[in-house]
C-alpha cells in the first residue's frame, strides 16, 4: 500500500456540529464515530441530530424560504449569489478535497480534479440557466392572458451517501437552491464533512441564513425524521435501492410528498467484436472498475463481450487492473482506494461466496488486498461463468468486481445488456453505427454511453430506469424537478380592446 502523501491526513481541520440558521450546532442524539476508511484510524465522535434538532433546521428552512428574500429574488440576483458561491468552492478545493477524501473512499486528486471541479460547473451552469428559462403562455381567446409560471416547492430534504459525498450533495443543492427552495441536507453519516463546508461558503457568498442547513445523522432516525416532518415539502434522495424504497414510503405516508430517487446500478459495456480499438475499450473498463474501488452507482461492473474476442479483451483488462496501485486516500499515486468499511468489504465476499457456489469462477483478485493496516482494500476481480440469476450478475456488489457474461449474437447482447433489476447507464462499443444507435434504444437505461463510458458534462441529466430511480439530476431536468408549475388564467376586464374586436 503506497503512501506518498499529497497531504497530513492528521492535519486536517473539520466542521463542528450541525450547520444552522447560518452556524454551527452540535449534535445531540446518538453518537456517530467517523473513522478513516483508508488506515481505521478514528477522527471524530460526531452526535446526530435528533427530532429537536431536525425539527429547529426543518423550520428554519421554512422560514428562510418564506421571509428571508432568497425565493422571490430576481434571476439575476440569485446568480450572483451562486457565482459568488462557487468562486468559493473553486478557492476552497484543496481544503474541500481533503475533507472529502479523508474520511471517504475518494483518491485526493479524484476529489479536487473530478468532484469539486464538476460541482463548480454545476452551481454555474444553474446560475447561469435562471434568466434563460422562459414560463408559458397558452393559446386563448384575446380576451383571456393564460400563464404557467414555476415556482420553488419550498423546504427540499436532500439526503446524500458517502460514495461522492460532495458531488452527490452538489448535485441537489446547486438546483434545488438556484430554483429558490431552502433545503435541509442530510449527509451520510459516515463522511459529513464535505457537505458542512459547502454550507458554510455559501453563507459567506450571500445565501440568507437558514437556506441551506446540514445534520449530521443516521439514515433510520435523523433521515427518517426528516423525510417525514410535515414541514418538508419534497425530498430528494441518492443511495441504495433499499433504502429508497423506505424513503418513499414515509414520504407518501407523511403526506404524500414528492420523492425524486437516484438509486443502484448495475452497468454494463457491451463489446462487439468490430469494437474499434480494444486497448481503449480495456482502459474504459479497468478505469471504472478501479474508480472508487468500484463504490460508483454508474460502475461498469458487467462486460457482456462477444465470444469471438472474449478471452482476448479479458487478459487485457486482467493485464490492466493488475497495474492498480492501492494506497490511502491522501496518496498522490495511489490509484486504487479503500473500501468504505470492513462490513462492505464482507459484503462484497458474501455475494461472491455466493456466485461461486452457484457456479462462478474467480479469474483474478476475489480477495482483499494484504497487509493495509486497518483500511480495507479489495483486490480488482473478474469472475466469469455465470448465469444472470447468479448473485455476481444480479445484485449491485459496490466493490471492484467485473462480472463476465459471453454472447454470440446481437439479440443475445440485448437480452444480457438488460439487467433484470437494475437500469442506470450502459455502454455499447462498436464500429457499426446501427448496431450502436439499435442498442442504445433497447437498452433499458436511463444513459447509454457508445464508444465511450462515464459521466462528464453536467449539461446532460442523469438518472436510472427500473429499480435505479427516477427523477433526473444534473442538466435542465436536474432543475425542473425543483420546480412546482402554476397556472395562473386572468380574464381581461371589459375594457379589453382586443375582447370587444
Ligand atoms: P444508503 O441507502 O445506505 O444511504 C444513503 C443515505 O440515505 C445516507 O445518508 C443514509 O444515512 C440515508 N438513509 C438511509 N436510510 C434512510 C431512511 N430510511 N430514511 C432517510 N434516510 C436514510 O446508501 P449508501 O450505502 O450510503 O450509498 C450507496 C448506494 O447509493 C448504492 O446503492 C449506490 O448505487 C447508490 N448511489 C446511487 C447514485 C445515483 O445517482 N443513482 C449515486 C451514488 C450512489
Redesign the pocket.
Known sequence: VGTSAAFNPDAVIFPRGCWIEGRYELGDDDEIEVIRPSDGKWVKTERGASDVLVDKAVLSAARAFRSSGWSTLGPGKRAKVLHAWADLVDAHREHLAQLESVVSTRLVQDAKHRDVALSVALIRYYAESLDKLHDQVHPTDPSVLSITLREAHGVVAA??????PLL?AMAKLAPALAAGNSVVL????LTPYSALELASLAHRAGLPSGCLNVLIG???TT??K??KHPQVDYVS????????A??MA?AAASGPKPVAL????KSPHVVLADAPNLDHVADMIATHVNRNAG????AGTRLVVERRIAEKLIEKVVDRLRLARPGPTWSSTATLGPIISAKQAQRIEDILGRGQSSGAQIIEGGTRVESTGNGVFFRPTVAVGMTPENAIVAE?I?GPVLAVQVFDDFEQALLLADHTTYG?SAAIHTANLDRALCAARHIQAGTVWVNTYGLSEVAAP???YKK??FGK?FGLAGLEKYYRHKHIRMQLGAHSVLGNR
Open positions: 439526503i446524500a451517501p458517502w460514495n461522492a452527490l442530510k449527509p451520510s453519516e443516521y439514515g433510520n433521515g427518517a426528516l423525510v434522495f441518492t443511495g441504495s435501492t433499499v433504502s429508497g423506505r424513503v414515509d437516484e438509486l443502484g446500478g463504490q460508483v452507482c454508474s449491485e459496490f442506470l442523469f438518472g436510472g435505479s430511480g439530476e
